[in-house]
Structure formats: structure tokens, C-alpha cells
């Protein structure tokens, strides 16, 4: 685990236990310092081609367990396309729909003048706007 301490501390400060599966795929989602956006079997092939044996339902896991610790946040852009979004904080997305890339939009750059009021006993959390672009 000395190899990645500040994963390791990530993970910790998180609740979560540093396993190696977690510290592999924590690298790979958090190393480079920049945002990124993945998918699970995107995630799954970096770690294949870097000699890592991670299983796709280990990945997946470890992509739910980070979502839940706050680490992550999900986008889903249509039925069966999920990407993980390394970014958790207030923000929106350009969808390419040519090659599935996601860009992030700055929050203060949509304008919701609306929302309709929760359906009773529930709290809005978040509301994400996938702002869907062909080239």
C-alpha cells in the first residue's frame, strides 16, 4: 500500500478499506490529478492493459462502493450508458453523442428557472442537465 499513499488516505478518509482492487482502480481514477469520466468497462480494460487482474464485477463494485463514500458520481446519459465522474462537485455535461465523451459544464453556466416541487416527504438532491451535442 506505500505505493499510493494519498489514495490510501482518500480511501481511509472515505470509510473505506484500502484493498488492493481499490487501490488498483483508485490509481487509475484518481492518480493523474485530472477529472475524469469512465466507464466501468473502461476502467476494467486501463487496468487489464496495465497487468492488473480485476475482475468487470469487482470493478463495478468498487465503482458503486465509491459513489456511495462520495468519491464519485454517477451520469447516466440514456438507457445502459453510465459513466463514473471523478468530479462530485456541482456541475452539468455536454454529451458527444458521436463518440460518447463527456465535458463538463460549470454550474453557474445552466439556469434552472424552475423545478417542480418534490413529490411529498422527499428532498431534491442534485438535478444534472446532459446537454446532448453531435459533431
Known amino acids: 500500500m506505500s505505493g499510493h499513499p494519498a489514495i490510501v488516505d482518500r480511501l481511509r478518509a472515505a470509510g473505506l478499506r484500502p484493498t488492493r482492487q481499490r487501490l488498483t482502480l483508485g490509481a487509475l481514477l484518481f492518480g493523474s490529478g485530472i477529472d475524469r469520466h469512465v466507464t466501468a468497462e473502461e476502467l476494467h480494460a486501463e487496468a487489464a492493459a496495465r497487468g492488473s487482474r480485476v475482475s468487470l464485477a469487482t470493478v463495478y463494485n468498487a465503482l ?11 451520469v447516466l446519459v440514456g438507457p445502459g450508458r453510465l459513466y463514473f465522474d471523478t468530479n462530485v462537485g456541482d456541475h452539468h455535461h455536454f454529451y458527444i453523442e458521436d463518440d460518447g465523451t463527456l465535458l463538463d459544464i460549470p454550474a453557474d453556466r445552466v439556469t434552472i428557472a424552475q423545478l417542480p416541487d418534490a413529490p411529498a416527504g422527499m428532498n431534491v438532491e442534485r438535478v444534472d442537465v446532459v446537454v446532448r451535442v453531435r459533431r
Open 64 to 74: 458503486n462502493q465509491f459513489t456511495a463514500a462520495g468519491l464519485l458520481r454517477e
